[in-house]
C-alpha cells in the first residue's frame, strides 16, 4: 500500500481559497507536462491513515481485529536525470523534512532517514522502483518510506490527457499512474478515470481543476485488495505543472479464498508541488560530479544497525535479514538459497580461529558430513580495536554439497562469529556477498555474559 493508497489532510492550501466558477464555453486546453532530465522541483507529501485489520490469531480462532493508524510528511527537492542504458526514469532528490508515524495495535514504528543518506536517486523500470545513496548504504526502514512514496514522473504524466480537453471530458489515468496510486503488482479489474471540470483562477494564477476517481481491485504485498479513489487535482496553466492532488480513498484488505474483506484503511493522500529555477546545491551539477548515480554492487547495499543486539552490518540486497532471537541474526538469501548465522558474544568467550575451525570441522564430522578444508584461518583485519579471521570449509552431507564459510571479529567490547551455509553450485556468486557482510561487521556496544 502506498503513501498514496489512502490518506488524510485537514484544509486545503491557501492556493485553493477564493476560486471563481469555471466560465462557461471554455476552449480546449493542453494540460501538459514535460518531465525532461533537468526538470527541478520541491515536493511536499502528506499522509494520514486510520483504519482496521483482522489478524490471525491461531488455528480454529476467530482473527484479531486490530486498529492501524499513521501520520506522514516528506519534503524534498528533486531533478530529473538521464535514464541510464536499461531505460526507466531516474531522479536524485534531497530530502529536507521527515515525518514518518506508523502505529498496528500497540505496535508502533517511527521511522526516518539518516541525514547523512538524504540524497538519494529514485529509477522506476517497468513496474519496479529502487531507491539508493550515493552517500552510504540505506537502512530497510529508509528504503520503506521511499518505496511506498508516489514517483511523480511517472504518476503526474499518467493522469495528464494526451491531448486537448473541453470541461466535462474524461480520460483513463495510465497503468504506471494507477500502479504509483494503488501500489498494485496485478491489476484485476477496474480503473482510475481522470476529468476535467473546468478552468478557474487563485490568486491571480489561471489553474485547470480535474477530479481523479475509480475503484481498482488487484494483488500487492498485503495480498488480495480493492481500493476506492476520489480526488482533486490543479493544473496550474501558468506554470505548465499539476501544482496539487489530493486523494481520498479506502483501501479493502481482501481473503484470498473467500474475497471477505478482513480490513479496512481510509485516508488521503495529499501532495503540492512547486517550481525550482535552479537546482539546490545538493543537487547542482559540482555536487553531482563524481558521485556513481548508477546501481552497483557498492552503493546498493543495505546497512543492518541492531543497538540492541549491538551489532551492525552491510549486505547485498538479495539477502534478507531474518530471524533475530538471543544474541544471533540469520540472513537468507531469497533467490539462491544461501544462508547466514551471524552469533554475538562476550570478549571473554569469542574463540580464536583455530578453535572455531576445530570446533565446526567436528560438527560437521558428527552430522556425517565429509569435510575439507579450502582456506586456513587468515587474518583479513589487524587493527588494535578490531581483528578479523576467516577460513572456509567444503562439505558433503549426503547428495548435498556445501561451501561453507566462516569468520570472527574480535572487539574490546565483545565480538562475533559469522556461519554461512552456500549451495555448491550458487558459492561462486555468493562467497564474495559473504565477504562484504563479513568484512563489514562491527559490534557497537559492550556485550555482557548472557
Not at 95 to 100: I, L, N, Q
Not at 219 to 240: C, E, I, M, S, W
Request: proline residues 7%.
Amino acid at each position: 500500500m502506498t503513501h498514496a493508497t489512502v490518506a488524510c489532510h485537514i484544509g486545503l492550501p491557501l492556493l485553493l481559497l477564493g476560486f471563481t466558477r469555471p466560465a462557461a464555453g471554455q476552449e480546449a486546453v493542453t494540460l501538459a507536462e514535460a518531465f525532461k532530465p533537468g526538470l527541478c522541483y520541491t515536493a511536499e507529501v502528506r499522509v494520514k491513515l486510520d483504519g482496521k485489520l483482522a489478524i490471525p490469531a491461531g488455528k480454529d480462532k476467530p482473527p484479531q481485529v486490530v486498529p492501524l493508524t499513521g501520520a506522514s510528511r516528506l519534503v524534498y527537492d528533486e531533478r530529473l536525470l538521464d535514464p541510464d542504458e536499461a531505460g526507466g526514469q531516474k531522479a536524485v532528490r534531497q530530502y529536507r523534512e521527515v515525518e514518518f508515524r506508523r502505529a498496528l495495535g500497540t505496535n508502533v514504528q517511527d521511522a526516518g532517514i539518516r541525514p547523512a543518506v538524504r540524497r538519494m536517486v529514485v529509477i522506476r523500470a517497468g513496474d519496479r522502483r529502487a531507491p539508493f545513496s550515493p552517500d552510504g548504504p540505506l537502512t530497510w526502514g529508509e528504503i520503506d518510506i521511499v518505496r511506498t512514496d508516489v514517483f511523480l514522473p511517472a504518476t503526474i504524466p499518467g493522469l495528464l490527457p494526451p491531448n486537448p480537453v473541453k470541461p466535462g471530458q474524461s480520460w483513463k489515468a495510465s497503468a504506471a499512474a494507477v500502479a504509483e496510486l494503488t501500489d498494485l503488482e496485478v491489476v484485476e479489474d477496474g480503473g482510475v478515470a481522470v476529468e476535467f471540470a473546468g478552468v478557474t483562477t487563485a490568486d491571480g494564477r489561471r489553474v485547470a481543476r480535474l477530479r481523479v476517481f475509480g475503484t481498482v481491485r488487484g494483488v500487492n504485498q498485503d495480498g488480495p485488495n480493492r481500493q476506492k479513489l476520489d480526488g482533486t487535482a490543479y493544473f496550474d496553466l501558468d506554470a505548465g505543472m499539476l501544482s496539487y492532488l489530493s486523494v481520498r480513498g479506502s483501501h479493502e484488505l481482501l481473503d484470498g479464498q473467500t474475497g471477505h474483506t478482513v480490513g479496512v484503511i481510509d485516508g488521503q493522500f495529499v501532495l503540492t508541488r512547486k517550481p525550482l529555477g535552479q537546482p539546490p546545491a545538493e543537487l547542482a551539477d559540482a555536487a553531482l560530479r563524481g558521485l556513481r548515480l548508477k546501481p552497483d554492487a557498492d552503493n546498493t547495499l543495505l546497512l543492518y544497525d541492531d543497538p540492541n543486539l549491538g551489532v551492525r552490518f552491510q549486505h547485498p540486497r538479495g539477502w534478507k535479514v531474518g530471524a533475530v532471537q538471543g544474541k544471533q541474526v540469520t540472513l537468507d538469501h531469497t533467490r539462491l538459497g544461501g544462508g547466514i548465522l551471524i552469533t554475538v558474544e562476550p570478549a571473554g568467550k569469542v574463540p580464536a580461529a583455530e578453535d572455531y575451525l576445530r570446533e565446526v570441522t567436528a560438527f560437521l564430522q558428527k552430522e556425517k558430513a565429509t569435510v575439507t578444508t579450502l582456506t586456513n584461518p587468515t587474518r583479513v583485519r589487524a587493527e588494535a580495536a578490531s581483528t578479523l579471521d576467516r577460513f572456509a570449509l567444503a562439505a558433503t552431507f549426503d547428495k548435498d554439497a556445501a561451501v561453507m564459510e566462516y569468520g570472527v571479529l574480535r572487539q574490546p567490547d565483545g565480538g562475533a562469529t559469522v556461519a554461512a551455509r552456500l549451495p555448491q553450485g550458487a558459492a561462486g556468486d555468493l562467497r564474495p556477498e559473504v565477504e562484504r557482510v563479513v568484512r563489514s561487521l562491527t559490534v557497537t556496544k559492550r556485550i555482557d555474559g548472557r
